[in-house]
């Protein structure tokens, strides 16, 4: 199959901000044992040039995908070979587990194997750096420079994961490490002295990945203890039988958690992907039937309840702050001003807000960090980490939902009531899929059309300014992001995903009302439609 050999060969997988992320083959552009021990040779040569020997060691994680533990394995085998400790989870852990790991360990470097929401098919390699974050661009290209130099299969130096546990090169993390984890996320409720009701019917998913113990174990030990996981996605299953794209975002991955919600009566459901770094949820309406939060929904939610409960118990620290994506809903910012909370804007991609709060903590100011989103459902309420943590947010959110039911209101109560103070604002995300070297070339075409042609509007709404970040905006690295701001409309934003082979477009809509946001987004989509099909 000519067309398989070119699409499996025509590339290397590239490493970059985000590692690497593939469909599970052979070949140079896929994931296999091949690939995974390149990149970690590649890594352990930046972590020799870059760490004195006393301080070489790399804190390893791995969630319940196909070939993750094996992954993980490989990589410790090259870690320990080039005078690299490597610290591994005993049993599979989140991502934000290996980002705490690693700043507690005080490890050069920490990896989780993953390939997060994707489809079973794919597996992936996350990097983050000795500050926890996910690793910086520029950190990022020094490793992929390292791999290069490398031959695919003479240069990988490797010592077999028995021998390496033996000698000490190798090491389980200690439970220690896991329960101060749990420990740290319960430090993040900001209930205070408020009375509330946790005996509220959750049903928990965690789509057959690594969210079962941490949140389980979290919300048990808080005094939630009311809770059905979901039978069919409680055990770590990288086949993912009853939801083949899970991922908390779409319909289809909370589709069987709904239908044990109705089944159970249940006033909230949960759902974690399989790294456990996002989260989804549901609620009933005022007619009994579950509906389906956004990301940028929950996260509004979440940013008011905590900026409310940090007033009232007097906990707002001196200089508040709040980060966010450039394509997270803008309503945050109006939200977090009303409590005199400042808004910090990142690139797409947690990282970012990540290396934010890492500069906060330079300042001497990290307590100033108080939440932090991204819309697509990553959420982060401490600096204990530096990546999102569906743990927390988990936990957050069952705070968040007890705390006003108590009170008689519903989460979609609080919505309608942010929108009447804040004026409503409708947000849509639409992918489009590109595969292959033949979809990887259209995408750059696309994009380039979009930054060339000089669109005076979308959907009748008038273009004011077209935000390019590749030119680098506001002291932001340069990334390939086009922002048009729309005339009293709100905006769209057209970015190529950075880990799958997808063009994302996310729209914005201010109106009055909800209806009125759904007449102009439909036309301002119509035309996306019709300049990225032709």
């Avoid at 992936?124 to 299969?153: P, R, S």
């Avoid at 008038?462 to 905006?473: A, F, P, Q, R, S």
């Avoid at 390939?480 to 005339?487: H, I, Q, R």
Wanted: charged share 25%.
């Amino acid at each position: 199959d000519e067309a398989e050999i070119k699409s499996r060969f025509y590339t290397t997988l590239t490493f970059g901000t985000a590692g690497l992320r593939g469909i599970m083959a052979l070949g140079t552009n896929r994931m296999n044992v091949y690939i995974v021990a390149r990149a970690s040779q590649g890594l352990s040569n930046y972590v020799i040039n870059h760490f004195p020997v006393e301080k070489r060691s790399i804190a390893i994680s791995y969630d319940s995908r196909i070939k993750s533990d094996v992954f993980a394995k490989i990589a410790a085998e090259v870690f320990a070979a080039n005078g690299i400790k490597a610290y591994v989870f005993k049993e599979l852990m989140p991502v934000p587990c290996v980002s705490y790991a690693t700043r507690t360990l005080h490890c050069a470097a920490g990896i989780m194997v993953t390939a997060s929401h994707n489809p079973s098919k794919y597996n992936g390699y996350k990097v983050y750096g000795a500050d926890g974050c996910q690793m910086t661009t520029a950190a990022a290209n020094e490793v992929l420079g390292e791999i290069e130099k490398l031959d695919l299969f003479a240069d990988s130096k490797r010592i077999a994961f028995e021998e390496g546990l033996k000698a000490g090169s190798i090491a389980w993390i200690p439970d220690e490490v896991y329960t101060a984890f749990v420990e740290e996320v319960k430090k993040q409720s900001v209930l205070g002295d408020a009375e509330i009701n946790k005996d509220v019917a959750i049903v928990y998913t965690p789509l057959n990945g690594a969210g079962l113990k941490p949140v389980m174990r979290t919300l048990k030990e808080t005094g939630y203890t009311n809770i059905t996981v979901v039978k069919e996605q409680e055990q770590p299953d990288g086949n993912f039988p009853t939801c083949p794209y899970p991922n908390p975002e779409i319909h289809e991955a909370m589709a069987l958690g709904m239908e044990y919600a109705a089944k159970y009566n249940a006033d909230l459901l949960l759902a974690t992907d399989p790294d456990s770094d996002r989260v989804g949820i549901a609620v009933k309406d005022k007619e009994g039937k579950y509906q389906l939060l956004t990301g940028n929904q929950t996260g509004m939610l979440l940013t008011d309840y905590v900026c409310a409960r940090r007033t009232e118990n007097g906990a707002m620290p001196k200089d508040p702050v709040v980060i966010k994506t450039i394509v997270t809903t803008d309503m945050v910012e109006q939200i977090a001003s009303h409590y005199g909370v400042r808004t910090v804007n990142v690139l797409t991609g947690f990282k970012y807000i990540g290396e934010q709060i890492g500069l906060l903590e330079k300042q001497g100011q990290a307590n100033s960090y108080i939440f932090g989103f991204e819309e697509s459902y990553g959420y982060l309420s401490g600096s204990y980490v530096r990546d999102k943590d569906a743990v927390d947010a988990a936990f957050l959110i069952c705070e968040m939902f007890c705390y006003y039911k108590t009170r008689g209101i519903s989460l979609l109560d609080k919505l309608d009531e942010l929108y009447k103070r804040h004026g409503y604002c409708l947000n849509t995300l639409y992918s489009y899929q590109f595969e292959g070297a033949a979809g990887f070339a259209k995408m750059k075409e696309i994009m380039k059309d979009f930054q060339t042609a000089g669109i005076t509007e979308f959907g009748g709404c008038k273009v004011e300014t077209l935000l390019d970040y590749n030119t680098g905006i506001d002291g932001l690295p340069k990334e390939n992001v086009l922002k048009f701001l729309l005339e009293g409309h709100g905006s769209v934003v057209v970015r190529p995903s950075g880990t799958e082979p997808k063009l994302k477009t996310y729209v914005t809509v201010s109106a009055p009302d909800k209806a009125a946001a759904e007449v102009i987004e439909k036309k301002i989509v119509a035309d996306l439609k019709k300049r990225i099909n032709g």
